[in-house]
Antibody, heavy 116, light 112 residues
């Protein structure tokens, strides 16, 4: 069974940093590209970042470019999102999603709250 | 960036009756590889999104056959043949043809 479990969310002050993790199981992690998608409270879905299966190809949404860094450790079956210079508008539930037949599996999400 | 729009944004439906959601993209979603990466996702209250349909019309594993997708180019439709209580939630179309990937605003489906 494919499982994606996010962790690392919490309360952080504006300008602070946080590192999210996504632990994958039930499939060959190194064969799939991965994404982070976020959802602000009561709002729709916003794609944040993509990383290829090898980690060599990476894309970011303009809203996070220069502040967020996506990475993966295929040996540990894990995906990461390093978030720096956090802003109020980064408050959201962050989901990791596998890119198989498009975004075919999603984690339960981890809540990031940016507030003073 | 490709802008995704959906109509209606809210759809009260009667149990057992059909429902239809339209999605339009600001440019063609046909990829250079010939595929059209248009998906439909369902998000039930308090749950993460769930893939229903990929590449316009392909039902994902475990998705009931009352869900169907159609369309081409820039115009797409999700149809539910007979709405059941478990179908309540928000439905999103999304494109993965071109970065940045983008989602529609969502259509809220609830029971009359």
């Amino acid at each position: 069974e494919v499982q994606l479990v996010e962790s690392g969310g919490g309360l952080v002050q504006p300008g602070g940093s946080l590192r999210l993790s996504c632990a994958a199981s039930g499939f060959t992690f190194s064969s799939y590209s991965m994404n982070w998608v976020r959802q602000a409270p009561g709002k729709g879905l916003e794609w944040v970042s993509y990383i290829s299966s090898s980690g060599y190809t990476i894309y970011y949404a303009d809203s996070v470019k220069g502040r967020f860094t996506i990475s993966r450790d295929n040996a540990k079956n894990s995906l990461y999102l390093q978030m720096n210079s956090l802003r109020d508008e980064d408050t959201a539930v962050y989901y990791c999603a596998r890119t198989g037949s498009e975004f075919d599996y999603w984690g339960q999400g981890t809540l990031v709250t940016v507030s003073s | 960036d490709i802008v995704m729009t959906q109509t209606p944004l809210s759809s009260p439906v009667t149990l057992g009756q059909p429902a239809s959601i339209s999605c339009r993209s600001s440019q063609s979603l046909v990829h250079s590889d010939g595929n059209t990466y248009l998906s439909w996702l369902q998000q039930r209250p308090g749950q993460p999104p769930r893939l229903l349909i990929y590449k316009i019309s392909n039902r994902f594993s475990g998705v009931p056959d009352r869900f169907s997708g159609s369309g081409a180019g820039t115009d797409f439709t999700l149809k539910i043949s007979r709405v059941e209580a478990e179908d309540v939630g928000v439905y999103y179309c999304m494109q993965a043809t071109q970065f940045p990937f983008t989602f529609g605003p969502g259509t809220k489906v609830d029971i009359k």
